[in-house]
């Protein structure tokens, strides 16, 4: 066994709908916990899952050939760009595992996604975390922590668990300063639900800089979160070189049909958009009038702060119908962070947040 396998402890995912009902006793459960499309998915992905129902003897394609076409033609990038991946977590794993081994190290913000830190951990990488800055990525910080035996940065944008973005114009001047032979991944699963106009448009500055990597999924807004297919889009030469690390048969026949079928339906993404714009701001008005912090989202969620633990705005919500996620466990005390749902589903919880902010 490896050593540092020792006190490190496997991912625990939020509670589920079912095991809160049996636990409680209620009837009707919402989960705002996991950044889940409240609307579901595209039915055309329902229609190309049902297209290959006859074909489940049969392994998958092993190269994604029409999902890679389909992307491929959606990006504007060439096929041998692209790698994909069991979600986004699995392309996390495999470049952990293509280039961080005892000796190295990778540098990330904190608090942020937690799997950069545990498939470091796992390939014997030493971690070097940055702390936020009111919310912020510390690009200053973390350029400070690079050194020879960095090979791997990691950026969310925007940051899960604050939403919170980084500008084009500040991204592009941290990629310059970056040394050549460090790779810089750009995690970004919300990439749809993102309206700020000095977003970075990562994929052109791939050419500029082919130690860019791209990695976005397909959990969060095509809301195919159980068929479980990320990609990443990086220099052709760099995902050769990775792809040795990548399971054969890693996406399955299910999930590489639904999202092909998905990508042809742009009209459901900004439709789902567009609602939770509008879910945001539902958010942001009561927050507003409580008088409570918050940072505005460029995601499907959103961070609020209270002045009680994390944990006891979660209780509130839970023994009331509603799954949320404590930030205590984010590394962000005193604040939980709510999916956007549905309006009414919104209106719901925010009543309940009234009703624990006037008792406390």
Not at 57 to 67: E, F, I, R
Not at 125 to 151: F, S
Not at 294 to 309: D, H, M, Q
């Amino acid at each position: 066994m490896k050593k540092q396998l020792k006190g490190l402890t496997a991912y625990k995912p939020g509670k589920q709908t079912d095991e809160v009902k049996r636990e409680l006793g209620l009837s009707e459960i919402t989960k705002l916990a996991s950044n889940e499309n409240p609307f579901g998915c595209s039915p055309l992905a329902v229609e190309g899952i049902q297209s290959v129902l006859h074909e489940l003897q049969l392994y998958p394609d092993g190269y994604a050939t029409n999902l890679r076409k389909a992307m491929s033609e959606h990006l504007g990038v060439a096929e041998n760009q692209l790698i994909f991946g069991n979600g986004t977590d699995e392309l996390i794993h495999l470049l952990s595992r293509a280039l961080l081994e005892a000796g190295t190290n990778t540098v990330y913000p904190w608090p942020t996604f937690p799997q950069y830190r545990h498939n470091a951990i796992v390939d014997g990488a030493e971690v070097r975390q940055v702390p936020l800055i009111d919310g912020q990525q510390d690009l200053e910080g973390m350029l400070a922590q690079i050194d020879e035996q960095t090979r791997l940065v990691w950026v969310c944008n925007p940051n899960n668990p604050t939403g919170v973005y980084i500008p084009e114009e500040t991204f592009v001047a941290f990629l310059e300063r970056v040394p050549e032979d460090v790779i810089v991944v750009s995690d970004e699963a919300y990439y749809e639900y993102v309206t700020a106009s000095d977003y970075p448009q990562t994929i052109p500055l791939i050419e500029r800089f082919p130690n860019l990597v791209v990695t976005r999924t397909f959990s969060k807004a095509y809301g195919l979160a159980s068929l479980r297919v990320g990609y990443a889009i990086g220099d052709a030469d760099f995902i050769a070189q990775i792809e040795p690390t990548r399971e054969p048969f890693n996406v399955s026949r299910i999930a590489q049909a639904a999202t092909t079928e998905a990508l042809k339906d742009q009209a459901f993404i900004q439709e789902s958009v567009e609602k939770n714009r509008e879910g945001l701001a539902q958010y942001y008005a009561f927050c507003e009038k409580e008088g409570l912090k918050y940072y505005p989202s460029e995601s499907n969620f959103i961070l609020i702060y209270f002045k009680a633990s994390g944990d006891e705005v979660f209780d509130f919500l839970l023994r009331r119908g509603f799954i949320v996620r404590s930030g205590e466990a984010l590394g962000c005390p005193n604040s939980v962070r709510i999916t956007i749902g549905t309006k009414e589903q919104n209106a719901a919880i925010i009543h309940l947040l009234e009703e624990f902010v006037h008792e406390h």
